[in-house]
């Protein structure tokens, strides 16, 4: 055996075993072969390690190619493996299909690929080095565990090999945490698909950031009793369609890690999206599409994502950061195409207090809610729940470019709110909300783009900030209007007097009656403006056109619902203080403006037929 090892070079010894593993060592390593003095140990020395193997293990031993990675085969109810790393610190167990890789070499990235079938099998990989595992047609359901786990801190390279399809579904009812679980950070690579069915908990999940890498590939995740995807310190997303379907918890959830040491490229507890394509449907009960404990980030630095958020379960979030929001590239003002929709009512839930049970403690017994004082209350219920909403941050939210449609059904669903404040810097917004299109506890403002904000069952846009800058009219431009009539309004900002004009935008407000006062004047205004007192009936199928007195054309725009303005703020660049306007509509819509959108027509030479308004400005 010695001397065949010595003449058979690029080849490797095989020590098959009757587990199912074999042992690949390349000959040009082997220093020598022997056997203990009873013969019942085969001795290989290789890399300067003595590695035994019992001769009652042994299958076979034979010659072959030396294999690039360790392999793992499935065959439904066990498994074959092959393994080059054995002189390197690598060791498999196998019980059935229940495959068990511990790898103690921390020098070296070593690869393993996983290939076949079987519905009752799982890979564990234990490790402290990163690794490169292979997904090369396999499908793995397990019914006492994760499919996938893989025990290991550092970083681990996932490759779904080009034109192949991976399948991984977990055991029902454990305490694991994911079908797919990985304990350090994840990156996902390659163009081939991955399907995923968590039916414990999360479909996939990592304990560190996780990665999806430019690539054509695929994952689909059929279901999950909890999120589709989970990660700590932040998810990244490159490329990839992601579809993610019949989750119970949140579709992608980024958490924080709570490391002090933490110093990675992004927030911590960020979600972060710059290409690809992402799907999320959600039914379930106050869940979030994308869930971030920090800031999301939606640009086009890899290529332009396409998100699309479905959420009809009862107080849904398409989007819900704990921290900030930012939409598309604030140099260039792209950005992505962005769907969110709500259909859910507010979600309820119900807490009792059963009061005190009586004593002579001489306190209140009903604990806040019962009828009893002395000795003892009956307690009582209260109930509270959360309204639907489409995207909503504690931070500011900040939407640079990219086309974004909003919708929401339901009472109290709003489609864009801010704890902080909310800034339009660019890009195409439609927002059709039954709630507020906007709501933001500070300053809303315009400073390009265009919006178009419209309320079926509130204010179309609501600022709380209660001073002078509450909704700020820049260079963008903004139609708003609400169906709902008095007293909801076009803008609410409590006080016509804290709207301020700062740039040369187009505003358009309508619907109900403007608050605050029409003769309110915005101090500092950069251009000409009136709140038109002129009742107008609005109606869809007319186009209606701002002019100035030379009959130049300054905006036309057309509304989706009937209804009636009191007094509507309107301000276009052009206009100019103590100068005079009309507003005219006609049947036909304009077929020559310069960029048209959602019912906005700029640039247009079209001209109103039928007087709906005419007014001086201030």
Known sequence: ?????????????????????????????????????????????????????????????????????????????????????????????????????????????????????????????????????????????????????????????????????????????????????????????????????????????????????????????????????????????????????????????????????????????????????????????????????????????????????????????????????????EETHEGPLLTVATTGARSSSTSSNTGNTGGNNNRPGGGGWGGGFWGGGGGGSASSGSSAKAIKAQGVIHVYGGEINVTTAKEGAEGIESKASVSIDGGKLYMKCYDDAINSSGSISFNGGISVCISTGNDAIDSNYGRSGAIVIGDGVVLTYTTKGSPEMGFDCDNNSYIRITGKGIAISGGGTQGGSSSATLSGASQGYAFVTSSISYQPGRYYTLADSSGKNLITYSVENSFSSNCSLITASGMTKGASYTLKYSSAEPTDAANAFRGVYLGSSAAGTTNVASFTAK
């Open 1 to 329: 055996m010695i001397v065949s090892c010595s003449m058979i070079a690029q080849k490797a010894l095989l020590v098959q075993r009757v587990d199912g593993v074999t042992d690949a060592v390349a000959t040009a390593m082997i220093d020598s072969l022997s056997f203990s003095d009873d013969g019942k140990v085969l001795l290989v020395a290789a890399n300067d390690t003595v590695m035994s193997i019992r001769m009652d293990s042994i299958a076979t031993l034979s010659y072959g190619e030396v294999p690039e990675a360790l392999s793992v085969s499935y065959e439904e109810s066990k498994a074959k493996i092959v393994n080059p790393y054995f002189t390197q610190g690598v060791s498999v167990v196998i019980n059935g299909a229940d495959v068990q890789v511990d790898n103690t070499n921390t020098a070296d990235e070593l690869t393993f690929m996983l290939t076949g079938s079987t519905s009752n099998g799982s890979f564990l990989y234990n490790g402290s080095h990163k690794a490169t595992i292979v997904l090369n047609g396999v499908s793995i359901t397990s019914a006492h565990g994760p499919a996938i786990d893989i025990e290991c801190g550092k970083r681990i390279a996932l490759e779904l090999k080009k034109n192949t399809v991976n399948t991984l579904a977990d055991g029902a009812g454990g305490d694991w945490k994911a079908a797919l679980y990985c304990k350090g950070h994840l990156e996902i690579d390659k163009a081939g698909t991955l399907t995923v069915t968590g039916n414990t908990k999360h479909a996939i999940s990592s304990k560190e950031y996780l990665q999806l890498k430019k690539a054509d590939g695929v994952i689909n995740i059929l279901g999950a009793k909890g999120d589709g995807i989970h990660c700590g310190q932040y998810f990244l997303a490159n490329g990839y369609t992601v579809n993610i379907s019949n989750i119970e918890g949140d579709g992608i959830q980024a958490e924080k890690s709570g490391d002090a040491d933490y110093a990675e490229d992004f927030p911590d507890g960020s979600i972060v999206i710059q290409g690809g394509s992402i799907s999320v449907k959600n039914s379930s009960e106050d869940a979030k599409g994308l869930k971030a404990d920090a800031d999301i980030i939606i640009n086009n630095v890899k290529s332009v994502p396409e998100i699309s958020i479905s959420m009809s379960g009862a107080g849904g979030k398409g989007m819900k950061a704990d921290g900030a929001i930012s939409i598309g590239d």
